[in-house]
């Protein structure tokens, strides 16, 4: 064994290789301390953030927040990509990303979360229903909720039926 997740307090990210992970402190409501990048088991560096996802096997994605006293909520301020070994690499315009909120008994709310590389500059935030350039920031689609991605095309459910058309 590598590494076990010790609980609903964090939140593991395995790359595509699976040779890094990355382990983000309790995030909730929005706001988490620090994402931590392993190599092959052994901790090589720690981030502030919440970790999104993995871009590739090198590229990995963490979101940054600053709590907010006169709110009292986490507020985003930018996401970061960095490489495999935790160095930044580049600051991309992307929205929030949703992050899966967890209660203390470690119980989501069967929602679905996350990023899903499409290719090497499009990730498909799964909770927000789009895909996103990583490198503009822009919304190059909208997708149906409850949609999944197959090759170039996105299928959907429509009334009784499942759909499929080009995204």
Do not use: K
């Not at 006293?69 to 990303?97: F, H, N, V």
């Not at 822009?138 to 170039?152: I, R």
Request: contains cysteine; charged residues 15%.
């Amino acid at each position: 064994m590598i590494y076990q997740d010790t609980g609903p307090q964090t939140t593991s990210v395995i790359s595509p290789d699976g040779h890094h992970f990355l382990v983000t402190d309790e995030p909730i409501e929005g706001g988490c301390g620090f994402t931590q990048f392993y190599a092959d088991g052994v901790l090589v560096n720690a981030v502030p953030g919440c970790a999104v996802g993995w871009l590739d096997d090198t590229r990995a994605l963490v979101q940054t927040y600053n709590y907010n006293l006169l709110t009292t909520r986490w507020d985003y301020l930018a996401s970061i990509i960095y490489d495999e070994l935790g160095s930044p690499i580049a600051t991309p315009p992307l929205p929030r990303i949703a992050l899966a909120p967890r209660d203390r008994a470690g119980i989501g709310d069967g929602l679905v979360y996350g990023i899903v590389p499409v290719s090497p500059t499009a990730i498909h935030a799964l909770y927000e229903h789009a895909i996103y350039d990583v490198e503009t920031g822009a919304t190059l689609a909208t997708l149906p909720q409850a949609s999944v991605l197959a090759g170039n095309s996105v299928v959907y459910r429509c009334g009784n039926a499942i759909c499929a058309a080009p995204y």
